[in-house]
């Protein structure tokens, strides 16, 4: 009886040594992702944020929950951060015609036609073709349309968001004729008519004929592409490029709880956004981060509209466009310097990333932890990566490779290619790298994100050997590089981008262990659960 006293005196206080959780995960295979890029376990969240984290036991022996989830030895990560896309973008092509995908011009028109068929628009419009992937590579003309929409305008741009297809109507909308003259773009003639190919900055003066999508339409756009990017396991996506309206938008809804996705919103570079929200200074709440410019440096290889040094190889006396001025992008680089603001400046080809770095570093001189981003930093001459070793991080997306390996050296050579889509390279100099999608450019799964960096093959193993695999990501690289990284990058690495204590509780649970499972199965890596701030959003 004597023994017996003792022992239930000790049960009790056990019992009541248990701390209260609300959700407790054990029995799992969790890459941490944090200094020591360790694994655990198990971990405790409380109140949307990392509790504990440890073994099953410990974890076990330690909390209570309401919620308990076994994971039976399934991987769970941070949750996923896209470091480069269009979140917005990818829920209004929601609303217009698909095109992505598309093997043919003449698949592109049935497409178009069947879209017509069903919404009877006033005003057409859809993404995604790319002449690239045709037979005949080289761009549409407008003749087609004409004939079939004489009297609705109708406006399809290429997957990079960098040229348009327009027909007649539209041209006659915006008032656009063989004349027409626009700085840091191209209108594409034939024989001196119009094709109705629109490159780079050309493309506004359509824009500004389009109808603007109701608030209705818009809140439904960034509920699909929310709901899209859950189910791939991203908890925060950086947006590049929004409106002020987009973002007040954006903030409401995140308010009223109609929207959980974490955002970090770059500003578009024009002058009723800069000047407001310089003036307002960043604003950050949790689920939203408002502190940089998204600023266009040049176009896009794909529509030869990325400045190169020399002329490509592909069309002679042809070196591409800076979008923005030279002489801009250095004031505008002086003028956000001046402020806390980030400049996140989209530069595809070696002479607009040269300009850029230049930029940033006289910008910058006497400034320390600015974070700016080269987004893309796609073609970079092999002597001026040094510059990214001045805190300058490059904000890379590996699927990029993959896309345009099949064609990318016919436009930049043999020489020129060296120093393409380099994104070991880029690691070495700058310590990090940001890993994101362009998403609506490429597709929206962070599995062929993975898989592009650390084989560089499509994904039926093309080429043999590997795109440059010199440049190859290792596995721990590519999972920094899409969560604390690209965390950093944001300024947010002490509240995301790893299962860490006192941090948000964003993570995922996989169907395979992304870390060790065969190469060519990372691409059909599939998500299960998506949780933000411990919430079960997928």
Not at 219 to 231: G, N, R, T, V, Y
Request: glycine residues 8%; hydrophobic residues 40%.
């Amino acid at each position: 009886m004597k023994k017996l006293l003792l022992i239930i005196p000790l049960i009790i206080l056990s019992c009541a040594k248990k701390q209260q959780a609300d959700l407790i995960v054990t029995n799992a295979n969790v890459y941490t992702v944090d200094e020591a890029f360790s694994k655990a376990e198990a971990f405790a969240v409380k109140d949307g944020k990392f509790l504990a984290v440890g073994t099953s036991k410990e974890i076990s022996d330690t909390f209570e929950a309401p919620k308990q989830i076994d994971a039976k030895g399934k991987t769970i990560t941070p949750g996923l951060i896209d470091a480069h896309c269009h979140f917005y973008g990818l829920g209004m092509n929601q609303q217009v015609v698909d095109l992505v995908g598309t093997k043919s011009f003449d698949e592109v028109i049935q497409r178009v036609l069947a879209f017509q068929q069903e919404k009877h628009s006033n005003f057409i419009r859809g993404r995604g073709w790319d002449q690239n992937d045709w037979e005949v590579r080289e761009f549409p003309s407008k003749e087609r349309f004409d004939e079939l929409f004489p009297n609705t305008p109708l406006a399809i741009e290429r997957v990079d968001g960098h040229a348009y297809l327009v027909n007649q109507k539209a041209l006659d909308l915006a008032g656009i004729t063989a004349a027409t003259k626009v700085d840091g773009g191209e209108i594409v003639l034939k024989d001196g008519e119009l094709t109705g190919i629109l490159i780079d900055n050309p493309m506004a003066l359509v824009d500004k004929v389009m109808p603007k999508p109701t608030v209705e339409t818009q809140i439904q756009a960034l509920k699909d592409a929310q709901s899209i990017c859950f189910s791939y396991g991203l908890t925060t996506v950086n947006d590049a490029g929004l409106s002020r309206e987009v973002i007040e938008l954006i903030k409401k809804l995140q308010k009223k709880g109609e929207l959980d996705m974490r955002i970090y919103a770059m500003i578009s570079n024009y002058p009723e956004n800069i000047d407001h929200f310089l003036k307002r200074g960043i604003i950050k709440t949790e689920k939203l981060n408002v502190r940089s410019v998204k600023v266009y440096g040049d176009g896009a290889l794909g529509s030869r509209g990325a400045a190169l040094k020399d002329e490509y190889s592909d069309k002679s006396g042809h070196f591409g466009a800076m979008v923005t001025p030279v002489q801009d992008i250095y004031a505008l680089a002086k003028r956000i310097a001046a402020t806390d603001y980030q400049m996140n400046t989209h530069a595809i080809g070696d002479s607009a990333n040269v300009v850029v770095l230049k930029a940033y570093q006289e910008a910058l001189k006497g400034k320390s932890d600015r974070r700016w981003k080269v987004e893309h930093a796609q073609v970079v001459d092999i002597a001026d990566f040094d510059y990214f070793k001045e805190g300058i991080i490059p904000s890379v997306q590996p699927t990029h490779a993959t896309s345009d390996m099949y064609w990318a050296e016919d436009r930049v050579g043999p020489d020129r290619i060296k120093g393409a889509y380099a994104f070991k390279t880029l690691l070495e100099k700058a310590g990090i790298v940001a890993l994101g999608t362009d998403f609506p450019v490429e597709q929206v799964s962070p599995f062929l994100t993975f898989y592009a960096a650390v084989a560089r093959q499509d994904t039926k193993g093309y080429p043999e050997g590997s795109f440059l695999p010199q440049e190859k990501l290792t596995r721990e690289e590519t999972l920094k590089g899409m969560t604390i990284w690209a965390a950093y990058s944001n300024f947010e690495e002490k509240e995301k981008g790893s299962i860490s204590v006192g941090k948000f509780a964003d993570f995922i649970i996989l169907n395979e262990d992304i870390m060790t499972v065969a190469e060519q199965k990372i691409p059909d890596t599939k998500v299960e659960q998506t949780f933000i701030g411990g919430k079960q959003v997928y």
